[in-house]
Nanobody, 126 residues
Framework: QVQLVESGGGLVQAGGSLRLSCAASGRTFSSYHMGWFRQAPEKEREFVAAIRWSGGRTYYADSVKGRFTISRDNAKNTVYLQMNSLKPEDTAVYYC???????????????????WGQGTQVTVSS
């Protein structure tokens, strides 16, 4: 089991920044690829960003590329999402998720995420 707890959400004006954190406990954090997803009201959950277990490769949705940065600190069992130049359309509940690396060796779009956090609300005002 892996327990994931997100933090760092809040209310920010358009153009501002937030840094989300996701703290993991349980099994070896470095054995997992990590992802960030978001879900806005009345919309489906969507992929935001992912990072492989080693931190060597990162991936982003086109809508956040150039504005968001995913990173991880395996010594602290934490993954981060730095969000800059925020827009009202970034408003959503943000979730982190973990995918076991040894069985997720291919395309990041096919990662199977087994563990999810409870989410943190990000609201961007115009």
């Amino acid at each position: 089991q892996v327990q994931l707890v997100e933090s760092g959400g809040g209310l920010v004006q358009a153009g501002g920044s937030l840094r989300l954190s996701c703290a993991a406990s349980g099994r070896t954090f470095s054995s997992y690829h990590m992802g960030w997803f978001r879900q806005a009201p009345e919309k489906e959950r969507e992929f935001v960003a992912a990072i492989r277990w080693s931190g060597g490769r990162t991936y982003y949705a086109d809508s956040v590329k150039g504005r968001f940065t995913i990173s991880r600190d395996n010594a602290k069992n934490t993954v981060y999402l730095q969000m800059n130049s925020l827009k009202p359309e970034d408003t959503a509940v943000y979730y982190c998720a973990a995918a076991y690396a040894p069985i997720n060796t291919g395309d990041y779009r096919l990662f199977g995420y087994d563990y999810w956090g409870q989410g943190t609300q990000v609201t961007v005002s115009s």
